[in-house]
């Protein structure tokens, strides 16, 4: 066959390669809807799960749990029961988030999962088949949970011990004591959140940076309300409380009234203090 001949066949093998190629490519890409997921299984609103009952939240309150846990993305979101991944896909299509459903239902993590494809989203968004209680959600940003009120407070510990400035967002059900910092009640359901509080409590010395004034405080605190004292320990401080790792209180010695706005880094509360209107730093360090 003359070289030229060769040539224009290889081309047109190549090229007859390619459409092939293409078709498969776009016969693999056809988009896969929910009626495609729920052909194997369908959930039905009320059925039994491992310690609750599925009932999907609804769309509104999705969008409004995530917007108060100021969902970003830079986040990673953990959806505690995620049902069919409803909050984790929502997570990533509207807030740009990372997400991770975790699911107790094999079933149903299996239909999230293909949802997750469904929406497109399975570059930023996994359900995993697991107990949330035997689960390490350590690394996330942002928890959302739509469980019963015992399962919530026997989530609380682990909830507490995550990394200061975490979001916990809870569709109607509360933590007993642990009061929310943030409610949301609509016709569409109750939303509340939690932002997990640093340790702040013990006595703490604050010098001004630049100057000569000091004083001590002295913290209790209870999840993230603060009380105590100040200076020799007879003035009362108020209106204390601590967000994450923000700080802020008010207390009175004699004349000279106190305000105080910080943020804790490390074993240091680096902070702005507003003592009878002149505003300064001061650097707090606990005994």
């Known amino acids: 066959m003359p070289m030229s001949s060769r040539r224009r066949l290889h081309r047109a093998w190549g090229l007859g390669l390619l459409l092939i190629g293409g078709v498969a490519a776009q016969a693999l890409s056809a988009e896969t809807t929910r009626a495609d997921c729920e052909k194997s299984y369908k959930p039905s609103t009320g059925q039994p799960g491992k310690d609750v009952v599925w009932v999907p939240t609804n769309d509104p309150l999705v969008t409004r749990m995530l917007e108060m846990a100021k969902v970003g993305k830079n986040d990673l979101v953990y959806d505690l029961g995620a049902g069919d991944g409803k909050i984790a896909i929502a997570a990533a299509k509207q807030f740009g988030a990372r997400a991770v459903g975790v699911e107790y239902n094999p079933d149903m993590a299996q239909l999230a999962q293909c949802l997750v494809r469904a929406e497109g989203v399975a570059d930023k968004v996994k359900v995993v088949q697991g107990d949330i209680f035997e689960t390490d959600f350590s690394a996330a940003s942002v928890v959302t949970l739509y469980l019963l009120p015992e399962l919530n407070l026997k989530l609380r510990p682990t909830?507490?011990?995550?990394?200061?400035?975490?979001?916990?967002?809870?569709?109607?059900?509360?933590?007993?004591?642990?009061?929310?910092?943030?409610?949301?009640?609509?016709?569409?359901?109750?939303?509340?959140?939690?932002?997990?509080?640093?340790?702040?409590?013990?006595?703490?010395?604050?010098?001004?940076?630049?100057?000569?004034?000091?004083?001590?405080?002295?913290?209790?605190?209870?999840?993230?309300?603060?009380?105590?004292?100040?200076?020799?320990?007879?003035?009362?401080?108020?209106?204390?409380?601590?967000?994450?790792?923000?700080?802020?209180?008010?207390?009175?010695?004699?004349?000279?009234?106190t305000r105080l706005k910080g943020e804790l880094k490390g074993e240091r509360i680096e902070a702005q203090v507003t003592r009878n209107g002149a505003t300064s730093t001061f650097i707090g360090t606990r005994s």
Do not use: C
């Open 159 to 257: 909830l507490l011990k995550m990394k200061p400035g975490t979001r916990v967002v809870s569709h109607s059900f509360l933590m007993e004591d642990w009061q929310p910092d943030e409610s949301s009640v609509s016709s569409d359901g109750a939303a509340y959140l939690w932002i997990v509080p640093a340790d702040v409590s013990g006595k703490w010395t604050f010098k001004q940076q630049g100057g000569k004034d000091t004083f001590d405080v002295k913290l209790e605190q209870t999840f993230q309300k603060l009380s105590g004292t100040a200076g020799k320990g007879t003035d009362e401080v108020t209106n204390a409380d601590v967000r994450g790792n923000q700080v802020e209180m008010l207390f009175s010695q004699g004349d000279v009234h």
